[in-house]
């Protein structure tokens, strides 16, 4: 019962109430000999310590959940412990260590056929691989992860992968490369992920551009400035409109985006949408977001200040980020794009 109030309580963004309620059932678990609960519970720890940006504690807690479900032969629960272990390294930049975790990971989820891990896991190795410059490889992966999501019916995970094949495939496959970038949108489209879809379009202009191709990069960048505009996404625009004059061959260029930009939103997520949650009247984890935000700043994030100025009210995206280093901006920006989506579907 312990567990299932961390679960709730996790799932209600109140990281707090969680671990208190996770450390009790710890404590349980431990007491009665039941070394699946307290595999299972160490595992949820690990994750709101993931999640509060304590990557030793997170790593702490998975390596004692790992060994348990090892003992107990819990081959599920000892894979997915090792993808959650090589997303810690991952965002460490242990890319060796990222990738050996992945690999063992992706063995247990093939041997108890549960595909949608093995899929998980092989877009993540992908990751790492495309992060690495191994093209050949991420591709691999990336195709073996897509053949899997659809498979099972994952639409996100599908789009995900079709729009990160169809930049790898610019230059090798143009016709095919559009080709994936149009399944792409139509799988956004279908779930409603507005924001992907100019991101994907946005993100496909951006590698053309990159290569010098301008006058191909036009019509993407103005279909993803329609989309940001038509959502009421506005501080997206003013970048969309630089984009768009530098492939008509004016103004200068902007900055590129961070290679780790999308990862970076990808793992922050559950806070973001938090932070955009108080911004839109729902106080109730602004004190765990503020005790969050306040770790991260002892990290060297700069979030703070920005996400207080957006609970205040202000949305003026260039006046929020003016400051803040690329990978900060990333995460500002997707809360300004949540709260946007929002706004305009309770309008």
Do not use: C
């Amino acid at each position: 019962m312990l567990q299932a109030i961390g679960d709730v309580q996790q799932f209600r963004d109140d990281r707090d109430g969680a671990l208190g309620s996770y450390q009790q059932a710890l404590a349980l678990f431990r007491e009665i000999g039941a070394k699946l609960g307290e595999a299972n519970v160490l595992k949820a720890i690990g994750d709101v310590q993931q999640f509060r940006d304590d990557r030793d504690g997170a790593l702490g807690s998975y390596q004692q959940a790992l060994a348990l479900f090892r003992e107990m032969g819990a081959k599920l629960g000892e894979a997915n412990v090792l993808k959650a272990i090589g997303d810690v390294q991952q965002f460490r930049d242990d890319r060796d260590g990222a990738l050996g975790s992945y690999q063992q990971a992706l063995a247990l989820f093939r041997e108890i056929g549960a595909k949608l891990g093995e899929a998980n896991v092989l877009k993540a190795i992908g990751d790492v691989q495309q992060f690495r410059k191994d093209t050949n490889g991420a591709l691999g992966s990336y195709q073996q992860a897509l053949a899997l999501f659809r498979e099972i019916g994952d639409r996100l995970g599908e789009a995900n992968v079709l729009a990160a094949l169809s930049r790898f495939m610019i230059d090798s496959d143009p016709p095919q490369s559009q080709a994936l970038l149009q399944q792409a949108l139509t799988l956004r489209e279908a779930i409603d992920d507005a924001y992907s879809m100019g991101a994907d379009l946005g993100n496909y202009g951006i590698a053309l551009l990159q290569r010098g191709r301008g006058a191909e990069a036009l019509p993407y960048l103005e279909r993803a400035r329609a989309i940001f505009a038509a959502r009421g996404i506005q501080h997206l625009l003013p970048q969309m409109d630089a984009l768009i004059a530098q492939a008509r061959g004016s103004g200068a260029a902007p900055a590129g985006p961070d290679p780790d930009s999308a990862q970076i939103i990808q793992r922050f997520l559950p806070l973001l949408v938090a932070i955009a949650r108080v911004a839109l009247g729902d106080d109730g984890p602004r004190a765990a977001i503020e005790q969050a935000l306040a770790q991260l700043e002892a990290k060297g994030w700069r979030l703070s200040a920005a996400v207080a100025r957006i609970w205040a009210g202000e949305r003026e995206r260039d006046a929020l980020v003016a400051g803040l280093d690329a990978q900060d901006t990333a995460l500002i920006d997707r809360v300004l794009a949540l709260v946007a989506e929002r706004e305009r579907g309770e309008r």
